[in-house]
């Protein structure tokens, strides 16, 4: 299995369980997220952590779980960036228009406090 997919409190979790992610496995991993999205997910996960290399259909990919996310008021934080891969978005500059974090864990804490300033912004405005 090429994606691990983990429904967890607030948000799915889609781990690449590949090393490359690419014309070979990205098609199968956008409609892994238009499934997520249509079964109503606001917010994903995408660990690349133990991706090490990423063309432009694997960017693709990534760009369609953020849209899918914005488009459902969500949001897509990609986790785990390998330095090569990392170089790609900085060099593509989806760095400045993708939630990026260094673990799944700080992508995690992300939500939370998205979720807990959209809670405060709501009580406020009662």
Do not use: W
Not at 29 to 48: A, C, F, P, W, Y
Request: charged fraction near 30%; include cysteine.
């Amino acid at each position: 299995m090429q994606f691990e997919v983990e429904k967890r409190e607030n948000y799915t979790l889609v781990r690449v369980r590949t090393e490359k992610l690419d014309t070979n496995n990205s098609p199968d991993l956008k409609s892994q997220l238009v499934v997520i999205s249509g079964q109503g997910e606001k917010n994903i996960v995408l660990d690349l952590s133990l991706c090490k290399y990423c063309d432009s259909s694997g960017l693709r990919a990534v760009l369609v779980a953020n849209r899918l996310c914005e488009d459902s008021i969500g949001a897509c934080i990609i986790s785990g960036l390998q330095p090569d891969v990392e170089n790609i978005f900085r060099i593509s500059m989806l760095h400045t228009v993708l939630l990026i974090t260094k673990t799944v864990e700080e992508a995690e804490d992300l939500l939370k406090k998205k979720e807990t300033l959209k809670s405060d912004v709501r009580n406020n405005d009662i």
